[in-house]
């Protein structure tokens, strides 16, 4: 698999970074209440907290901005949004929103009805609570070994098949609202779901009449995977599997800012014109007119550009490739991260990074705000306070306690990968020294964005 190839583009404009020192940092983590999200980007010398809306636009995305039509109703600009769907995507209908988060809620609320059942391949944080917000129960029916960091499969993402049938004879395939199988696994470590399970899941779907969506925020990436991994698709184009996967759908939701390669952006896609009339009346009330759904013309016009790029086959063997770099780095120094590397990010495994901590210590949490003091490199927990409280209001223990190094799309150079490289590899051999952390402030939801920690005595 190439690793480390030069980047496919050339740099037409910089932003300036500044490194802080050892004791600017140390304050402002506490100051942070030691979250990694309550801290000021600009004491952030490298930026890994999130792929999301942090992508580099091309001239071409910048240029079409300018040429957006900012009417309020029947902008041109949704009509040139709406054809680079159905062209790269193949689905008819599409219905833009502020973000990923405002398509979720829409499809929750019309597909939905309390007590509904809705088994996905891994939880995401905004998805699950968009689908609990409407009534419904989320189901995890990913393969087991997306669940070990050190388990080797080429698509960890994959829905398990028994599990998924089991579910439906538990609860009755009129009680499943849908499937939302997620193109790549975020949490699962940006891993992939083969074209081969995609075709079983159609099957069962069929089968049984259950609607197939997608929670399609890194489609491109998954393709890439396909094309690197599954056999038959060497010689496909990226572009030509995000449409082969796609034609087993009935729709998606996307989060632009990930694979359309824009600061904000979203929006629904689908075959069926019920509900696509359904989304039309609701964006209405939540995001904006169905020709602009909470964005401005231009943020769809940058979109309608970014998600064509998105598939170039010499973009994704960069981006994928730096990813997997800065992951064969760490590994190669011992440093324990989840394998095989995926996507979009590298994820150590902070159990085993710290295994004198245990999981009620808050590992990942106190790893993240530990390597920002130590460099700078800003990354984020995902363990056991990003997964909250059940509906008893116990904390959940999830099978994977990682610290999210997430890479932006188009921003860092592979050098900026050595930096990190060196900075993980030197904590992780004085991680003796981390001390775990607890909560000194907690929200109702989704916690991990504003909680407030102090050290463990
Ligand atoms: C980011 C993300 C979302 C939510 O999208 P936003 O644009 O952040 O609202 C949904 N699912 C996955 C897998 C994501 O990574």
Redesign the pocket.
């Known amino acids: 698999m190439p690793s480390n190839v030069a980047e496919p583009y050339r740099i037409k404009m910089v932003e300036p970074l500044v490194m802080h020192t050892r004791d600017e940092r140390q304050q402002a983590i506490e100051k942070a209440g030691h979250n990694t999200f309550l801290l000021k980007s600009k004491m952030c010398y490298i930026d890994l907290l999130t792929d999301?809306?942090t992508s580099a636009m091309s001239d071409r995305q910048w240029s079409a901005m300018m040429v957006g039509d900012e009417a309020y109703a029947g902008a041109v600009s949704f009509d040139r949004l709406e054809a680079a769907v159905q062209n790269s995507y193949g689905l008819p209908f599409v219905v833009p929103t502020h973000?990923?988060?405002?398509a979720?809620h829409l499809i929750s609320l019309i597909l939905i009805r309390p007590g509904m059942h809705v088994p996905g391949n891994m939880y995401?944080t905004?998805?699950r609570a968009h689908q609990e917000l409407a009534g419904g129960t989320f189901h995890d029916v990913i393969i087991d070994e997306a669940h070990d960091p050190s388990a080797q499969h080429p698509f960890k993402g994959n829905v398990d098949i028994d599990e998924f049938t089991a579910l439906i004879d538990e609860v009755g395939a009129e009680n499943i609202a849908y499937i939302n199988v997620?193109l790549t696994?975020?949490l699962a470590g940006g891993q992939p779901v083969s074209m081969a399970n995609i075709e079983a899941v159609r099957r069962v779907c069929d089968e049984h009449h259950i609607i197939m969506w997608s929670?399609a925020?890194?489609l491109a990436e998954n393709a890439w995977f396909i094309q690197q991994r599954e056999d038959g698709y060497r010689d496909t184009s990226c572009a030509d599997i995000v449409r082969e996967m796609l034609s087993h759908f009935d729709g998606l939701?996307m989060?632009?800012?990930?694979d359309c390669l824009v600061n904000i952006g979203?929006f629904l896609a689908m075959r069926d014109e019920s509900i696509f009339t359904k989304a039309r009346e609701l964006v209405v009330l939540y995001e904006g007119m169905p020709t602009y759904g909470g964005l401005a013309g231009r943020d769809l016009e940058a979109m309608a550009v970014g998600l064509v790029e998105a598939t170039d086959d010499a973009y994704l063997t960069h981006r994928i490739g730096q990813v997997t770099y800065l992951g064969e780095r760490l590994q190669e120094a011992g440093v324990p991260v989840v394998q095989p590397i995926g996507g979009h990010a590298v994820f150590l495994d902070a159990l085993r990074f710290l295994p004198h901590l245990s999981q009620d210590d808050l590992p990942a949490q106190s790893l993240a705000a530990e390597l920002f003091v130590a460099s700078g490199v800003r990354s984020m927990e995902r363990g056991i306070v990003s997964a909250g409280r059940d509906a008893e209001g116990n904390n959940r223990h999830p099978k994977l306690e990682l610290v999210r190094l997430t890479i932006p799309r188009r921003v860092y150079t592979d050098r900026h990968m050595d930096v990190v490289a060196d900075a993980v590899i030197d904590l992780h051999r004085n991680a003796e020294r981390i001390r775990g952390l607890e909560f000194v402030y907690e929200p109702p939801t989704l916690r991990f964005f504003s909680s407030r920690f102090q050290p463990k005595a």
């Open positions: 999301s809306g973000q990923g988060r405002g979720e995401f905004t998805t997620a696994v975020n929670d925020t890194r939701t989060s632009g800012k990930k979203g």
